[in-house]
């Protein structure tokens, strides 16, 4: 039996292409939800959509702090691990639900395989940093989406078990575009939601004056932790006040594929979305100090920007006026071949069968 590990948005839709293709190969496996996302249009919505099957267990662990989703979790997994007592955990990302699942796993003696190993943002304000760090050290198998995380791997003396598979959200992408580009009514995407962008009043004001020297239509589905920490510091009213920006609730995966494609310029703090922004032809402006997809960075695709910094601010908004929409073939092409998912399963096998 092989246990999917998932709780939070990304993960979903990092794990229906492996979930399907180990189906495809008649392996017996489940998932289980840590329940850390609850909210339909943040979870359910998206095994709607990608065709997963409910989970065998959900462990309902909500929001909490740091530690309280992590130990949660925990207790709960433990549980549910040892009466599975599968071949493999699979864990995705970086979030308190993949380190709790690493913490438990590991010590259940249960191999672990991590879907996006080796990633860094070298940035100490970044919970995630942690996760990712002891997930990977916990693994047995790293699969590395690209070649700077599989560098990154080799950096911390991982390279034995780091494998460099693609990035499986571009297995999802593919399987889910239609192919259609809407060119006419063209947008600015938004999304934000991390952490050191969210729960600081100064740094969201910050954020806010940005948005106000944006030129033309802004869409945001915006994410209810951004939405609670707006609504918390007083801000609300201010910013539903900016014409240009509307203001929407978290969509499906399908609806934010085609205003990825609707979009000139993309401006977000996500990981997954600043990395789709290459598969969908936007450029991104990356609201973050943090290291992310350095192959794009340096080839001028993503600009990073510190809001509270004037001169980047500046730096940014030239950026995002030269934006414009980037035809499939001259689009840069750094995470694999949309086949991410058959590389993993592979390997997976190579590793059950010792072949
Ligand atoms: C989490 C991950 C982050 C990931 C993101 C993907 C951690 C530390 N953070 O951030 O790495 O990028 O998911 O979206 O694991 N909330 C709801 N409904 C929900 C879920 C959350 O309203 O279904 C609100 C709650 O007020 C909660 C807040 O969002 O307190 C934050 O949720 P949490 O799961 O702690 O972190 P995210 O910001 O979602
Ligand atoms: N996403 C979505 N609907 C939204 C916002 C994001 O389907 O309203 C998708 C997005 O396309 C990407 C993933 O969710 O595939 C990214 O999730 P998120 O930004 O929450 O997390 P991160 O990537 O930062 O961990």
């Given amino acids: 039996m092989i246990v999917h590990l998932v709780g939070n948005r990304p993960q979903f839709i990092k794990l229906a292409p492996l979930y399907h293709e180990l189906n495809d190969r008649n392996y017996e496996q489940c998932i289980i939800h840590s329940g850390q996302h609850y909210d339909a249009g943040l979870s359910d919505i998206f095994f709607q959509e990608l065709n997963i099957p409910q989970p065998y267990v959900n462990l309902k662990i909500g929001s909490g702090t740091h530690a309280e989703i992590t130990a949660g979790v925990m207790l709960g997994l433990e549980k549910a691990l040892i009466k599975i007592s599968p071949e493999f955990v699979i864990l995705y990302g970086d979030t308190d639900t993949t380190l709790a699942g690493a913490l438990t796993a590991a010590k259940l003696n249960i191999p672990i395989a991590h879907v996006e190993g080796g990633i860094r943002t070298h940035y100490k304000g970044n919970p995630e940093e942690y996760n990712r760090i002891v997930a990977d050290h916990l693994s047995d198998i790293l699969f590395c989406p690209d070649k700077v995380s599989l560098d990154s791997a080799e950096k911390e003396g991982m390279i034995e078990k780091a494998y460099l598979t693609g990035d499986i959200m571009y297995d999802t992408f593919l399987s889910a575009d239609s192919g259609i580009e809407t060119v006419e009514d063209e947008i600015i995407l938004m999304t934000w939601h991390r952490q050191e962008n969210t729960d600081r009043k100064d740094r969201m004001e910050s954020i806010i004056r940005f948005i106000r020297k944006l030129d033309g239509k802004i869409i945001c589905p915006m994410h209810p932790r951004t939405q609670k920490c707006l609504k918390n510091f007083g801000l609300w009213e201010e910013i539903c006040s900016i014409e240009n920006l509307k203001i929407i609730e978290p969509v499906g995966y399908m609806e934010m594929i085609s205003l990825m494609k609707r979009a000139r310029l993309i401006v977000t703090d996500s990981g997954g979305v600043s990395k789709e922004s290459s598969f969908a032809g936007a450029k991104c402006i990356f609201m973050l100090e943090a290291d992310i997809w350095d192959d794009l960075v340096k080839h001028q695709w993503i600009f990073k920007m510190n809001p509270e910094d ?46």
Wanted: net charge positive; glycine share 6%.
């Fill in 310 to 355: 004037e001169a980047s601010v500046k730096k940014a908004l030239l950026f995002g006026k030269q934006a414009v929409r980037v035809a499939e073939n001259e689009r840069p092409q750094f995470y694999g071949d949309g086949h991410a998912a058959t590389k993993m399963a592979d390997l997976l096998e190579k590793y059950l069968f010792k072949v």
